[in-house]
């Protein structure tokens, strides 16, 4: 007889793939944390057929093959498997049933195709935007000593002109040169050296919170929407504060020529996510979103390089160096947008294991 208390569920809830166990009346008996997060359902007080779960056509194929796994005694593998919710929504998967005779269960693996196109896609934007940020450098490099040659002209200029023409241009040359040199030190200056320990990511976000309403924003309303059950993220805190309250301060902008202006800072424990081309069992997805009128279809894929931005003043480095901070923790970030709504995900990967031996040292 099957017993769930026999498995090692810690470890197999740590997988990305979703585990689903059932008996040889396809009645489902538990579920990991992946599957569970991904909408399957397995409650105690009433049996669990996985007919319940699926429309009938995707039913008639699911029974269909796990009927012939149990009869067969075989592993089956179906690659690229639909399957569809009530609501209509459709998941594609790669799906493998094993049948073990001596304790009367079937096991299902699934895992998410999407994920792993999220992962060929990441890989190519990363090596992209490596690029772009490369030759942004290269480019900054080369225009840093111009500039320098440029202002000290000017400088000596200014003590040998004396009329009010020459003072005011000469002035505005100077101003203009140390403007873009500071433009010029952020973007060759590299992320400064990690300060690495854990932290509440609530704190850090409160602390995000508290620099947002600084800016006094006419009507603007920002919202939080925390889970509590987020544990400590190993990171260094003032980078994320920073990496974060970039995007706010994106959106804020955004929201100028907005009526009724909201943000909301939402934060949510998530299960099988690919970062950076890997897929973690466990992460946190930090989403600010915004009810702006969205970002431009034709910056869209450009987000993230430096130098891109809508606004007339902007720099185009806020983004750009959020997506740095973030990713030298191991994270990403990438965002969805449309009239009405962008959302900017971070996703951190969550130690289960370093915290559960921080708990017991402790």
Known sequence: MFNPEELQTSLINQLSSEVIILDADLDILWINDSASANGWICTSDKTNLIAD??????????????TYCISSGNSVTKRDFKLTKFDGKNRIVDLTSSWSESDSILMIELL???NLNKIIDSSKTFSTQKIAANLARTLAHEVKN??????????ILSSKL???FSKKFLKII?????????LVTKILTPPKKLKLEAFNIHSALEKVFALSQADEQKNLKINRDYDPSIPEIHGDENLFIQ??????????????VTENPSITIKSRV?????????????????????NGPGIPLDIQEQVFFPMVSTKEDGSGLGLSISQDIIRIHGGAISFTTKSG???????MPINIESNNKEVLSA
Do not use: M, W
């Not at 779960?53 to 796990?66: A, G, H, P, R, V």
């Not at 111009?146 to 400088?155: C, H």
């Not at 990496?243 to 100028?256: D, F, G, R, V």
């Open 53 to 66: 779960q699926f429309i009938e056509e995707t039913n008639k194929e699911l029974t269909k093959l796990l």
């Open 112 to 114: 998410c195709v999407e």
């Open 146 to 155: 111009p500039l320098s040659g440029i202002k000290g002209s000017a400088q």
């Open 162 to 164: 004396t009329d009010d």
């Open 174 to 182: 100077i101003n203009e040169t140390e403007r873009l040199n500071s």
């Open 243 to 256: 990496a974060t309250l970039n995007i706010i301060k994106n959106a804020q902008q955004a929201l100028l």
């Open 270 to 290: 998530a299960y099988g996510q690919p970062i950076n081309g890997n897929i973690h069992s466990t992460v946190c997805d930090v989403s600010i979103i915004d």
């Open 341 to 347: 709504e962008t959302i900017f995900s971070i996703l």
